[in-house]
């Protein structure tokens, strides 16, 4: 989570914990004593949380000399390769350092005291080793339109590494997340292996084009298509002649207990969707590596 004089942004799980600790990272800001606290919480009647456990945390400042690790872990993540975050505290001074990792090891935190031994994590600790995996999975979007965009706007804040595309040059005004190209069809095959497809474009000769390139992949772990189950007969149809599997054709995109044909009803049910299939893919996955 990152606070600064007047803002924050991201969470570590909201309540009094977080609002706590949002103080104590101001508090740090403005002393301009040391550049790292650990702080330990109980999670219990000192906070008015019924939650149960225990807590380290660890404050750290940002300043210009952290710039250098921040780009580092930047590149990575946009790359989306696992990395390692190490960081040693001495006297109240944090030095943090990236370097690659294996893709193949597993995310988490290691903590080590003085000495070099690892510790618990209600221990006092002096140096972290933080072993990250960035959001690999991708998310394609092909539409800009009323549900393009209410998807788009919850798909930012899903597990994805998302991209937004529409073939209509006057879709770049409307929103700077959207790559405009002539000819949106291409983009499919640029996506990684497993890659998740959406595709409510403002025609259905498009659509077509898009769901055809998607299903030739072979890979996709999602194809969703905006339609009814009339459009995706047709769709299965045309591509059945042309040999194509269309039976992970999901269309109509967000059906369920949500029937409601506004967009941003639409997108909630779609984003439940994705969600519920990554879910099961990656137990899928971690089933077969075990």
Same mark, same amino acid.
């Given at each position: ?19 706590? &600790?949002?103080?104590?990272?101001? %508090?740090? @800001? ?16 000192? &906070? ?9 945390? &660890? @404050? ?9 690790? &921040? ?24 030095? =943090?350092? #990236?370097? +690659? ?22 221990? !006092?600790?002096? =140096?972290? $080793? ?12 092909? /539409?800009? /339109? ?12 899903? +597990?994805? *590494? ?6 209509? +040059? !006057? ?13 949106? #069809? ?7 292996? /497993?890659?998740?497809?959406?595709? #409510? ?9 898009? $769901? *055809? ?7 996709? =772990? ?11 007969? %047709? ?16 269309? +109509?995109? /967000?059906?369920?207990?949500? *029937? ?7 997108? #909630? ?6 969600? $519920? ?14």
């Amino acid at each position: 989570m990152i606070v600064s004089e007047e803002a924050s942004f991201g969470t570590i799980g909201g309540g009094n914990l977080e609002l706590q &600790l949002t103080d104590q990272a101001r %508090r740090l @800001i403005a002393q301009n004593a040391v550049d790292v606290m650990q702080q330990d919480y109980p999670l219990g009647p000192l &906070l008015a949380q019924c939650c149960g456990g225990h807590v380290r945390v &660890l @404050i750290e400042r940002l300043s210009g000399e952290s710039r250098s690790w &921040l780009s580092a872990a930047t590149t990575a993540e946009q790359a989306g390769t696992a990395y390692l975050l190490e960081g040693r505290i001495v006297e109240g001074c944090i030095s =943090r350092s #990236v370097s +690659p990792a294996s893709p193949d090891a597993e995310a988490g935190v290691r903590l080590y005291d003085r000495a070099g031994y690892a510790v618990d994590r209600k221990a !006092e600790w002096c =140096r972290i $080793v933080e072993h990250i995996v960035p959001v690999a999975t991708p998310l394609y979007l092909f /539409g800009a /339109g009323h549900v393009g965009s209410a998807i788009a706007h919850i798909a930012v804040t899903l +597990p994805f *590494r998302f991209q937004w595309f529409d073939s209509r +040059p !006057e879709a770049a005004m409307e929103d700077p997340r959207i790559t405009v190209r002539k000819d949106i #069809v291409s983009a499919v095959a640029e996506a990684g292996h /497993g890659a998740f497809f959406l595709v #409510v474009t403002h025609a259905h000769e498009l659509d077509y084009s898009l $769901v *055809r390139a998607v299903l030739s992949r072979g890979d996709a =772990r999602f194809c969703g298509l905006i339609g009814s189950a009339t459009k995706r007969a %047709r769709f299965v149809s045309r591509l059945a002649r042309e040999n194509i599997d269309a039976r992970d054709l999901v269309c +109509p995109i /967000g059906a369920g207990a949500i *029937r409601s044909k506004d967009p941003a009803a639409i997108a #909630v049910g779609v984003a439940a969707e994705l969600l $519920v299939t990554l879910e099961a893919v990656t137990r899928r996955t971690s089933i077969q590596m075990s």
